[in-house]
Structures are given as C-alpha cells and as structure tokens.
C-alpha cells in the first residue's frame, strides 16, 4: 500500500538552531513530494514541493527540502529556526499516476523553544 | 489568506442528521478537493472534482457525497450522520488537476456530532 512516514510525532529544537522533520515515502514510480504546515485552527498551507529536477527545493519562509529517491525520503530543513515556525507539518504525496490524490503523513509537531 | 472559503465554521447537529459543507476555490482554480481530519484516521483524502466533473475518490463514504457546479463552488453533502463523523472537513482548490500544482485550503469546517 502506498504510504508516507513522518516518524516523529513531535521535534523540540531551540531557537536559532537547525532544524529537520523527516518523511519517507513508499509508493511506486516517481512521485510528487509536497510539505505543509498548519497553524491552529486554520487550513493548511504549501510550503514546497519536489516534481522533477534539483534535488534540493526551496520553499516559503526560509525552508528547503531534500529529496533522497534512494532512501525515498523528502527531509524539510530550515538552517535557523524561528519560535514563529512551531506548528504542525505535514509531508504529502502524490503518486502517480494517480497525482490527483495527496497522501499526507501523520504530521509532525514541531516546537521551538525561545 | 488562501483564497479558498467554507462555511459554515462551526456545525453542531445531532446522529442521523444531514448536514451540507459549502467551498468556494480560489478564483481561476478548476479543481476542489474535500479532505477530512481526525484525531485517529489523521488527514484523509475524500473526493475531488475538475471543473464540474468528478475526477478521483478516496476513502469516501456512501452515506457522503459532493457535487461541483458551475460557478466552480462545490458542497459535501454528509448524511445519516454518525458520532465518528465528527471532525474537521477541508476544502482546497487548484488551478488544475495535475499534481504538479499545490492546494490551497480553506480554514475548514468543524462538525461535531452529539
């Protein structure tokens, strides 16, 4: 079955340190690989996506992705984590070739601590 | 801001009830999807509809449908309801229904089923 993983529920990181959220993914073929975020009470929101191309995308507010088609992963990374950046993140596929449909993982909390 | 609206916000009803969810995409997008978010199912696909057409189908109900009409805005229809049916409903849109696109959602649709 088609799957993503974001193995940890929750990642604590101080202020002005760098920061990863992991995400595998088991699908077949090349998928396309999205992240989100959302802030309490509200929808979520893009923040990068890998279709083709440099293995490393940038994305909004400082994040950065890279995908990883040998370990099939799709780590989001920022070097310097804002206190602003603690919400919950999501990791999101869409297989193809059914790309309509997105897979999102569990989610991610991240907390950054001042 | 996102650009995509639901309404209503908040809805509180009772088992057996019928309620209706209403989306309105961002303007110029062709495709809406519907998701639904719980504490133990997470974010799940339901259904997602390409310029008035029905284009891919996830983990949805029989006692569950929607529609996209022709000013693109698009209803889910939850009927018979059930105390599991309560959760968060999410409507997003994109420009098409390639994949290759991020969605954009609204802030959702919070039903609670007494």
């Known amino acids: 079955a088609q799957s993503v993983a974001q193995p940890e529920d929750q990642v604590n990181v101080a202020e002005g340190n760098p920061l990863t959220v992991k995400c595998t993914y088991s699908?077949?073929?090349?998928?396309?690989l999205f992240w989100y975020v959302q802030y309490p009470n509200r929808g979520l929101q893009f923040l990068l996506k890998?279709?083709?191309?440099?293995?490393l995308v940038k994305g909004s507010y400082g994040f950065e992705a890279e995908f990883n088609k040998s370990q099939t992963s799709f780590h989001l990374k920022k070097p310097s984590a804002l206190v602003s950046d603690s919400a919950l993140y999501f990791c999101?596929?869409?297989?193809?070739?059914?790309?309509?449909?997105?897979?999102f993982g569990t989610g991610t909390r991240l907390q950054v601590f001042p | 801001d996102s650009g995509v609206t639901q309404t209503p916000k908040h809805l509180i009803t009772a088992t057996g009830q019928r309620v209706t969810l209403r989306c309105s995409p961002r303007?110029?997008?062709?495709?809406v999807y519907w998701y639904q978010q719980s504490l133990d199912q997470g974010l799940q696909f339901l259904i997602q509809?390409?310029?008035?057409?029905?284009?891919a189908k996830g983990n949805i109900l029989e006692r569950f449908s929607a529609q996209q009409f022709p000013d693109l805005h698009s209803e889910l229809n939850l009927s018979s309801l059930e105390l599991g049916d309560s959760a968060l409903y999410f409507c997003?849109?994109?420009?098409?229904?390639?994949?290759?696109?991020?969605?954009?959602f609204g802030d959702g649709t919070r039903l609670s089923i007494l």
């Open positions: 303007s110029g997008d062709l495709s």
């Open positions: 890998y279709i083709t191309g440099d293995n």
């Open positions: 997003a849109s994109s420009v098409d229904g390639s994949g290759t696109q991020p969605q954009h």
């Open positions: 509809y390409y310029n008035g057409e029905e284009r």
């Open positions: 999101a596929v869409s297989p193809l070739p059914d790309t309509d449909k997105l897979i």
């Open positions: 699908v077949s073929g090349n998928p396309y």
